[in-house]
């Protein structure tokens, strides 16, 4: 039997909240990746180069996160235990350099919520979007992430 | 070191994107993508929950292998360069796996905004060492000229 699941959250809109960049997560984040780009990791070499700092890999944005909108969250009003989910597609837009030491702030909505049949059986795909502004409330980046339920 | 490793001049229509081989996946590396991203879904890390949940075994956060493909692209074309990058997850990637990040260019756009910069799209996916594709998408990245 299929999982029902609560599909009441489509168009919700999250507190929005603020996350600052600390220096050392970037590093940890890239050299996780394996990625080791002195514009990443080394603030001597990027201090001397176009932004006058390292600047984070395309995906850090992923990394900003708060208990009152993460998949933790979600999955408790969706009603769907973690190990039913995947990632399906996720797609960043970035018009600013995300930089250390800089608070930025992101609004998460859900902006939908869809079930369709899949390879293995019937699979719920949400849909959610997240807007991240500077200080001076500037676009920095958008990111939409499709995570599929395996109902 | 510039800021693009390539000018907009140097990128064609077809070129194709040096190939970015990744070494085999770890449990250690799930482990430690865990930490620094903070998704710690046990089913990246717990054999036991992952074959409890119908998965077989562990396999590798899907961000992981785009973090690789962000990776392939900024290596060409630059840190910073990145405007754009949307990918699908394809098939998942288990311990062992060897990722190879590969594209291809699919227009050069010339600069329109008063910034110089040209923007180019790329075709973009991951194999395994099977050839089976894990990963498709596409991106955009800003490139200076050369003038």
Known sequence: MPIQINTAIKGKEYPPYA????????????????????????????????????????????????????????????????????????????????????????????????????????????????????????????????????? | MKYAKLYAEDIQVGSEMPPLVKPPIQQIQLTRYAGASGDFNPIHQDAAFAKAAGMGDVFAHGMLSMGFVAQSVTDWLGAGSVRKLGVRFAALVRLGDVVTCKGRVLAVRPPKNGDGLSLVDLELWAENQKGEKIITGKATAALPSRA
């Open chain 1, 19 to 151: 996350v600052t960049v600390e220096r050392g997560k970037i590093k940890e984040f890239a050299r996780a990746i394996g990625d080791l780009s002195p514009f990443y990791l080394d603030d001597t070499v990027a201090k001397a180069g176009p932004w006058g700092d390292i600047i984070a890999p395309p995906t850090f944005p992923i990394t900003f996160r708060d208990e009152n909108a993460d998949t933790s969250l979600l999955l408790r009003e969706l009603g769907v235990d973690i190990g039913r989910i995947l990632h399906g597609e996720q797609e960043f837009e970035h018009f600013k350099p995300i930089r250390p030491g800089q608070t930025y702030l992101c609004r998460l909505r859900i902006a939908d919520i869809y079930e369709k049949a899949g390879k293995s059986g019937p699979m719920a795909f949400v849909v959610r979007e997240t807007t991240v502004t500077d200080s001076d409330n500037d676009i920095v980046a958008l990111m939409r992430g499709t995570t599929v339920v395996r109902l």
